[in-house]
Nanobody, 127 residues
Framework: HVQLVESGGGSVQAGGSLSLSCASS????????MGWFRQAPGKEREGVAA???????NYAESVKGRFTISKDNAKNTLYLQMNSLKPEDTAMYYC??????????????????????WGQGTQVTVS
């Protein structure tokens, strides 16, 4: 059963921090790669951060040095720690998983077509 459920979004002032969580079913957590994406009103969905199950990561230039992707295998949970938030980080944030049957890529991809399973999203607003 494929399931991804995001949480942790909210409203924060510029310069603040938020931590997003993505709880996943064991099936999707077994994926070789998971990532975080975001979509602002009127804009296309874009990749923010990705993590292969070998620990390799990839970040969008706009968030490098501010966001950190990680996971807790015992809890089947993916995280996104967001620091030094800016108003331009305001968006709906989505968790995604790449099907285990797909060939692993290095660095982990940030393209939306590279992922097969998606959560419903959690809103982040920075003012």
């Amino acid at each position: 059963h494929v399931q991804l459920v995001e949480s942790g979004g909210g409203s924060v002032q510029a310069g603040g921090s938020l931590s997003l969580s993505c709880a996943s079913s064991e099936y999707t957590y077994a994926s070789n790669c998971m990532g975080w994406f975001r979509q602002a009103p009127g804009k296309e969905r874009e990749g923010v951060a990705a993590l292969n199950n070998d620990g390799s990561t990839n970040y969008a230039e706009s968030v490098k040095g501010r966001f950190t992707i990680s996971k807790d295998n015992a809890k089947n949970t993916l995280y996104l720690q967001m620091n030094s938030l800016k108003p331009e980080d305001t968006a709906m944030y989505y968790c995604a998983a790449r099907a285990a049957s797909r060939v692993r890529r290095w660095p982990p991809p940030l393209g939306i077509k590279e992922y097969n399973y998606w959560g419903q999203g959690t809103q982040v607003t920075v003012s």
